[in-house]
Structures are given as C-alpha cells and as structure tokens.
C-alpha cells in the first residue's frame, strides 16, 4: 500500500489542524495505521495508532487530549485532527501502515512497512 500525507503547514500556538493520509490500495482488516513525527536533532517519536477493523485507538500521553485519530474506510484514509498545537509540535509528521497490525507494539516504527512522504507542521509563537 501506497501512503500520501497532506494537511501539514503554518499555525499559530493554540491553533488546530487536521492531518490526511490517503492509502492507494485496499485497506484490510488486518491493517493498523499510525502518526510519528520527527522534529529536527530528534528521533521519530510515536502520536497515535488505529485498528482498521474497530478502530480501536492508541495515544502516548504526552499527546493524549490533544491529538485524535479516525479513519474513513470509503476513502481509505486516516485522519489525525491536532489541537492546542504548541510550537514544540513543530517536526514532520509522518503516517504509516502495518499489515498486520497485532495492538501490541503500535508504537514502534518497525512495525510498521509502509510509510508516507511526510508533511511539514511548523507551529508559530
């Protein structure tokens, strides 16, 4: 599966956006996604995962209240709406797809094989 993130760009703190991830190809069951985000000096940092087929979800708490994930199976895109953005927040975010998504280590990067292209979020003060 092919990923194609947008939504990225310049807010103020305090101000929201809502990130896309479209996915060519048939999404199945099996399948979770995820956000990370890679902010410069700093290692990709994990934001939230989805179960395609209940779309359970899983946060770190550090975005936890402020950043939610959803996901639209006509479109077979996933979705990750952001609020409160701080300028900390700033970084490339990135979506990624696990086949074979099993909830247990959703938060690690190498579970997941295919990834996004990444979009620019650069939160101003």
């Known amino acids: 599966v092919q990923l194609q993130a947008s939504g990225g760009g310049l807010v103020q703190a305090g101000g929201s956006l809502r990130l896309s991830c479209a996915a060519s190809?048939?999404?199945?069951?099996?399948?979770?996604m995820g956000w990370f985000r890679r902010a410069p000096g700093k290692e990709r940092e994990f934001l939230a995962a989805i179960r395609w087929y209940d779309a359970s979800t899983y946060y770190p708490d550090s975005v936890k209240g402020r950043f939610t994930i959803s996901r639209d199976n006509a479109k077979n895109t996933v979705y990750l709406q952001m609020n409160s953005l701080k300028p900390e927040d700033t970084a490339v975010y990135y979506c990624?797809?696990?086949?074979?998504?099993?909830?247990?280590?959703?938060?690690?990067?190498?579970?997941?094989?295919?990834w996004g292209q990444g979009t620019q979020v650069t939160v101003s003060s």
């Open positions: 190809g048939r999404i199945f069951s099996s399948y979770g």
């Open positions: 990624a797809a696990d086949s074979l998504f099993s909830g247990n280590y959703y938060y690690s990067p190498t579970e997941y094989a295919s």
